[in-house]
């Protein structure tokens, strides 16, 4: 079992940045691919981004592109999303999901989550 907390969530004016932290229980946590998807209240949960074992980006949520970043630190069983100019949309529970294959936008159907980190964008 992968065990995944999340954090670096707050409140942030549109136009700020945060950095949201993923972090994995196992130290083979490198195998896997990771996945941020977001939740905003009384929406579905919904792909935001993912990232290979070896840290390359697999694939952005088309309203992210070219704002958010996926990262990863193997050594420190970390996966990270930067996120830059924050919309008010972006204002979401976001989760992180790990797996041994890759990770896409089309199910949810993974068997680990997070708890979740608050995004708030306020404009």
């Known amino acids: 079992q992968v065990h995944l907390v999340e954090s670096g969530g707050g409140l942030v004016q549109a136009g700020g940045s945060l950095r949201l932290s993923c972090a994995a229980s196992r130290h083979d946590a490198s195998s896997y691919h990771v996945g941020w998807f977001r939740e905003a209240q009384g929406k579905e949960r919904d792909f935001v981004a993912a990232i290979s074992p070896s840290g390359r980006p697999t694939d952005y949520a088309d309203s992210v592109k070219g704002r958010f970043t996926i990262s990863r630190d193997n050594g420190k069983n970390t996966v990270y999303l930067q996120m830059n100019s924050l919309k008010p949309e972006d204002t979401a529970v976001y989760y992180c999901?790990?797996?041994?294959?890759?990770?896409?936008?089309?199910?949810?159907?993974?068997?680990?989550w997070g708890q979740g980190t608050q995004v708030t964008v306020s404009s």
């Open positions: 999901t790990a797996d041994l294959g890759m990770v896409v936008p089309t199910t949810l159907e993974y068997p680990y």
